[in-house]
């Protein structure tokens, strides 16, 4: 299937470091070939790349790689293409506008039997599952509540809920964010980590690449980095219970209510990789 990073930061931070290590799962390192994107909040707005080529070979990526934009909130993902083909409109990540914000999605998974009913005010342009899940459910939190955001424990029973159902056709993992929080569901395979002081060096799996961010960050810089696999080998990094929804903001886990999405899941702390 495909691979997921998300980044959420308590201060405007760039990815570049650990995009250069998930770049490489595009066609050099794994199998993942099949186009790639990226999205950053900058303040309301959204600097969106995307590209069918495979990262590993991408010069847009390239460009990414080397470009530090700073932001509170990026999404990325690697496609390995399971239903739809390898075109523009099916790369991820997706967007969509909802209560005068932007919302960014991105999946990794199959949903099998899965035709949901659109009422017209998301619609996929392209067609995939993933898409027409995200449509799916920016149609149910509006039809929810049509007088604009609510407060993010009735947002985050609502998404879990949304979980449930459309996780009911097959793995659903995915990250979205609006820019204020990142929510990563983990349905078989997702990690984090989250860095803080006191800083430390950290080298990639994927890229011989090392970085000391003592040297880079502040005391009270604080940054949690979500992949489908570890990106790093010298750093502990926490696996989310399969069945588990996550809310993150200012980089730390923020707990708005009920996490699990499975039965038999205790969604106790996660375990370390």
Known sequence: MCQLLGMNCNVPTDICFSFAGF????????????GWGIAFFEGRGVR???????????????LVRSYP?????????????????????????????LWGSYWIFAHNGNLLDYA??????????????????????????????????PPAEALFAALRRLAIRIGAHGPFNFLLSNGEYLFAHCSTKLTYIIRQAPFATAHLSDQDLSVDFSRLTTPADRVAVIATAPLTDNEVWHAIPPGTLLA?????????GEATTIAGNPAAGAGSV
């Open 23 to 34: 770049q490489a799962r595009g066609g050099a390192t794994d199998v993942h070939a099949d």
């Open 116 to 149: 949901p009913h659109f009422d017209g005010r998301f619609l996929p342009v392209g067609s995939t599952d993933s898409e027409s899940a995200f449509c799916d459910l920016l149609q149910h939190l509006a039809a929810e509540f049509p007088d604009g955001p």
């Open 248 to 256: 993150f903001r200012h980089g730390a886990i923020e707990t708005l």
């Open 69 to 97: 934009i700073r932001s509170l909130n990026v999404i990325a993902h690697i496609r390995k293409a399971t239903q739809g083909q390898v075109t523009l409109d099916n790369t991820h990540p997706f967007q969509r506008e």
């Open 48 to 62: 969106l790349f995307l590209d069918p080529q495979p990262s590993a070979l991408s010069p847009v990526a390239e």
